[in-house]
């Protein structure tokens, strides 16, 4: 079987490398030797694991993208970008045919949407492409759905701690909002408490220094009015290795769908897990 290939968007940042590295270790996948990049990123070039990858700003994409296909013909865009790139980079995707996954958060997730909708390529997007907790949401959506108001009455605090560089809310926590909601807690996404403090994280959250860089710590509690009754969830990712995997789950799944003909659909980290 030919190599699925694959370019990884948001090169050099953190996520996207680690994933990258990943990549370059599988044999189900060829890494094209270009990125898109942000702005900011001064760098013509960049090398991972002995891999040459030249970077492209938005001001040379469009011609840049136009040789690649021609030299490539169809391939597979990652974007683990900056959420400020969310809608430009898919608006990008879509405009020129690329069918793309989606690790970004951020951004007006319902126009994202919208313009893979309307176009004719598909796309795997989902902000967080750990499989265990996309699992574990999917738990807490059947709780939701199955036991409206379960915890009608309770209050709920949502903790969340994320390297000091990660400029949104965290997709995670956002998203378990509404499972809260559906069971009987209001709860808004101005009441999440988040932490972006180094020293605050490695004193008082005891996260390892070693992973101040690069983590992911979530601590969901739940009172009863009383406060006689409580339940705590806790998912504390150290690093990014977690994500690497999802993501290129993602990516073959989506090349399935190409083979298979599917366009214009939206996926998400739970058709991968189901293979659907």
Known sequence: MNPIKVMMNG????????????????????????????????????????????????????AAI???KAEEGTFISADFTHPSAVNSNANFYCQNHLPF???????DRQQLHAAVAASDVSAVIAPNMAKQIVGFQAIMEYGAQTFPDLFKG????????????????????????????AMGIPFTEAMIEQERDPAVQKDQWHIPEAYLPGHAWHTY??????????????????????YAQ??????????????DNVTGKIFTMIDVLKGA
Do not use: C, W
């Open 11 to 62: 090169i050099p940042g953190n996520v996207v490398v680690t994933i990258t590295r990943h990549l370059l270790g599988d044999d189900r996948f060829r890494l094209i030797p270009y990125a898109l990049t942000g702005p900011e990123i001064t760098g013509e070039t960049m090398d991972i694991d002995g891999h040459r990858i030249e970077l492209i700003r938005p001001d040379h994409r469009q």
């Open 66 to 68: 136009d040789s690649i």
């Open 101 to 107: 996954v989606m690790g970004t958060t951020g951004g």
């Open 154 to 181: 309770y209050s709920l605090k949502i903790r969340e701690s994320h390297q000091e560089g990660k400029a949104d809310t965290s997709g995670t926590a956002k998203a378990m909002i509404a499972y809260f909601n």
């Open 221 to 242: 509690t739940l009172a009863s009015e009383d406060e006689t009754v409580s339940f705590e969830f806790t998912h504390n990712i150290n690093g990014r290795d977690i």
């Open 246 to 259: 999802g993501a290129l789950d993602g990516i073959a799944f989506l090349h399935k769908k190409l083979e």
